[in-house]
């Protein structure tokens, strides 16, 4: 076997484990949400009388036919997604790889075994939750993987299949396809207004196409009488922690120091003029969509810019930062045999080893701002010694390592980050695997799956795991919304219902009032909704004497509604 095939095995094994050990989950967080619809496509019956599941319009409709082609092959749902999710993983890794090798390829198996380092210890979380790799499929597995295959192409300077593959991430998931316009226009027009026509016709031709099938949807939740009230809701009270960046103002530590890295970097890269002229004019443009949101939304607050979540690039952004990085690095630490091993051995031992031991431990040991605080500092570091290099090395007398021994460091060190990774937090991430929800939560949905079909049932607003596992209908909780006004409105009158609140201001609250839940309140809601049972905490309720139990284990106790 020749080092090329040595190498693209390497490859190949690296890849696939970074995508595996992200984690295997089903059945959990936003999946609550996003199978519901693909689900009752496949079983029309499946959460009858449920008004989520069947009069409110979802997110992400279209991700329902990824349920129908699995059920269709005859695969478990469970496995179906999950193998699903992998392989996006595969393919954005792969594309970010290829990035990689546009950049320097000499120097890309070394850069791509640091940049894997960072995607694993980081997992790609940036500003406002955003991410690129989420532990289970959902829309945006396909709208980040496709966006990464855009932005290559965009680079490659193959504007048509660019756009194409843009395209289909906003088909699968609308924002990515407003935020490609944005992105990609900024982009284009920081490239100049030679070609600009042309370039801009083949880019958005096919991403207009997908657009156009979005239209009607868009313009009648644009025109609906309660979209401002329905906005609030969404943006203040069900999700701050996404569209108000007082709340996470932190974030922008971390998404501020990478930026400085990439952009003291992008100097030390030699490339091709017209390569490079596309990677600054895309950098720039995702720095943009980041930036001037953020002002618009803290400075003063325009609740259109909140809604598109611009912030959703941040991950985006923060990855081709890296990416420009560790290739300077690389790069720059060959450049000179002779101040090749100093150079880069003092960058990696910071990147790697700083990285994974102390501010890792900053993290869970004192918490997310202690670490920012920690890592900012890091940042200035690392710039001072790309400034200072020469200085440094000059008063080092080098031993020089060769490319190959690099090699083989990089992979060993990416080696024992993985191993870690697999057998400290794989398991804890991969809900397929285990146990999740928890022996309480699934010894009340086993008894949830013996009533009747349609039953409907008054749950805690955050037991959000209900509808997809006990499969039975539910009056609402906090984690699934629909996605039009109309059904937000009702989505928070039903909160409203459930917990007594007038005026609800967090889940902490509606979570809080749920726990003095009384019989004039469940006497309400059974002759509103026609509710049969209500799941109440077993310690923590008022109403333990007053109907008789049907079920009841550590955490959970239900109560039969009938005499009522």
């Given at each position: ?102 950049i320097t390829n000499k120097y890309a198996f070394i850069s791509f075994m640091i940049v894997l380092v960072l995607v694993i210890l980081e997992r790609t979380n940036s500003v406002a939750s955003s991410y690129i790799f989420s532990t289970m499929l959902q829309p945006s597995s396909f709208g980040s993987t496709f966006l990464l295959v855009g932005f290559l192409f965009f680079f490659r300077g193959r504007y ?16 990515f396809l407003l935020l490609g316009f944005v992105s990609l226009g900024i982009a284009h027009a920081v490239l100049g207004v030679e070609g600009l026509i042309k370039r801009g016709a083949v880019q958005f031709f096919p991403m207009v196409f997908v657009l156009a099938l979005d239209v009607p949807f868009l313009s009648s939740m644009m025109s609906s009488e309660n979209v401002e009230k329905a906005t609030y ?332």
């Amino acid at each position: 076997m020749n080092v090329n095939h040595a190498k693209n095995l390497a490859l190949l094994l690296f890849i696939t484990l970074t995508s595996i050990v992200i984690g295997l989950s089903y059945g959990s967080s936003n999946q609550n949400t996003y199978l519901i619809h693909g689900l009752t496509q496949i079983k029309p019956n499946f959460l009858s009388g449920d008004w989520f599941a069947h009069n409110t319009h979802h997110y992400h409709d279209k991700f329902s036919y990824v349920l129908i082609l699995v059920n269709y092959l005859g695969l478990p749902i469970d496995i179906g997604l999950t193998a699903i999710e992998v392989v996006l993983r595969i393919i954005a890794l792969v594309a970010i790889y290829k990035i990689i090798c546009l950049i320097t390829n000499k120097y890309a198996f070394i850069s791509f075994m640091i940049v894997l380092v960072l995607v694993i210890l980081e997992r790609t979380n940036s500003v406002a939750s955003s991410y690129i790799f989420s532990t289970m499929l959902q829309p945006s597995s396909f709208g980040s993987t496709f966006l990464l295959v855009g932005f290559l192409f965009f680079f490659r300077g193959r504007y048509f299949i660019s756009g194409a593959s843009i395209a289909f991430a906003g088909y699968m998931h609308t924002n990515f396809l407003l935020l490609g316009f944005v992105s990609l226009g900024i982009a284009h027009a920081v490239l100049g207004v030679e070609g600009l026509i042309k370039r801009g016709a083949v880019q958005f031709f096919p991403m207009v196409f997908v657009l156009a099938l979005d239209v009607p949807f868009l313009s009648s939740m644009m025109s609906s009488e309660n979209v401002e009230k329905a906005t609030y809701i969404f943006q203040f009270i069900r999700s701050p922690h996404h569209y108000v960046p007082s709340y996470y103002l932190v974030d922008f530590i971390l998404f501020a120091g990478w930026s400085i890295l990439g952009l003291t970097s992008l100097q030390l890269i030699a490339m091709e003029n017209s390569l490079k002229r596309r990677l600054v004019g895309l950098y720039s443009a995702l720095l943009i969509v980041i930036i001037i949101p953020t002002l618009l939304t803290t400075i003063v607050f325009i609740p259109m810019v909140s809604k598109l979540f611009f912030w959703r690039m941040a991950p985006f952004s923060v990855m081709l930062s890296q990416i420009v990085f560790v290739t300077a690095i690389v790069s720059q630490a060959f450049s000179d045999e002779t101040e090749s091993a100093v150079h880069f051995v003092i960058t990696l031992f910071f990147l790697l080893l700083g990285y994974l031991f102390i501010f890792r431990w900053y993290l869970y040991k004192y918490g997310l701002n202690s670490s920012k605080v920690l890592f900012l500092a890091g940042v200035a570091f690392c710039c001072g010694m790309l400034f200072l290099r020469k200085y440094i090395v000059a008063r080092i007398n080098p031993a020089c390592l060769s490319k190959n021994a690099i090699n083989v460091a990089c992979a060993g060190m990416l080696s024992l980050i993985l191993a870690y990774e697999f057998s400290s937090s794989f398991y804890g991430h991969s809900t397929l695997l285990n146990g999740h929800p928890g022996k309480s939560e699934s010894e009340l949905y086993q008894w949830v799956k013996t009533t009747e079909v349609s039953a409907i049932f008054l749950t805690p607003p955050g037991l959000d795991n209900f509808r997809l596992h006990g499969e039975r209908a539910i009056i609402a909780d906090w984690k699934s919304t629909p996605v039009d006004p109309n059904g937000l409105i009702e989505w928070y009158k039903r909160i409203q219902d459930i917990t007594g609140l007038i005026d609800i201001k967090s889940s902490k609250d509606v979570n809080e009032a749920y726990l003095h839940t009384n019989i004039d309140r469940v006497t309400f809601l059974k002759n509103k909704y026609g509710i049969s049972y209500a799941v109440l905490y077993r310690y923590n309720n008022e109403l333990n004497r007053n109907f008789p139990e049907v079920f009841k284990n550590e955490e959970f106790v239900v109560l039969s509604l009938e005499s009522l």
